[in-house]
């Protein structure tokens, strides 16, 4: 892990095993990181279900045919609640699970929660980042501070160039 000046929590940097997690879904399903040993794991944590930036950023992973080729295991996470969760999962026919970390401490430990200035604003909230975890469980690169336009295929890329880098 790399310390940032800016950031409370350490990042994570390629290499980096990636913490252990046991969050629950929208449906009370717990999920953590062996369930995804052996494949590519896409965790992208935004801000709250239902608005425009987090809902573009849902359907684009949800649209993205070559997370689904690569058969990269998908998971978003957010502090919203079950219900909040399973709503916005069916409103827009999202086919992964949404995890709850609602008083973001896991988030906090992978450096996507604290403080963050928008619009010259300080505040203390999630900060939309990405992490793309390899079949060992260890970080091939984490995204801080994501632009939601164009992000699923930059993760895309970024399996492409591991898988090419590791064939």
Not at 22 to 45: F, R
Request: aromatic share 8%; charged share 25%; net charge negative.
């Amino acid at each position: 892990m790399t310390q940032d000046a800016s950031q409370e929590a350490p990042r994570l940097a390629p290499g980096d095993a990636f913490p252990d997690f046991a969050l629950q879904d929208g449906d009370g399903h717990t999920h953590t990181l062996a369930d995804s040993a052996g494949k590519y794991l896409v965790l992208y944590v935004y801000p709250k279900d239902d608005t425009p930036g987090c809902t573009t950023e849902a359907c684009d992973f949800r649209d993205n045919l070559a997370l689904r080729q690569h058969g990269a295991v998908i998971l978003g996470l957010s502090r919203d609640d079950a219900d909040s969760h399973r709503r916005f999962a069916e409103k827009h026919s999202l086919p992964f699970p949404l995890l709850s970390d609602p008083d973001a401490t896991f988030m906090r430990a992978i450096g996507s929660y604290g403080t963050k200035v928008l619009y010259g604003k300080t505040s203390e909230g999630v900060k939309r980042s990405t992490f793309l975890i390899g079949p060992d469980g260890r970080v091939v690169k984490a995204w801080y501070a994501v632009k939601v336009d164009g992000h699923a295929d930059a993760v895309v890329k970024a399996i492409d160039a591991h898988r090419t880098a590791h064939a």
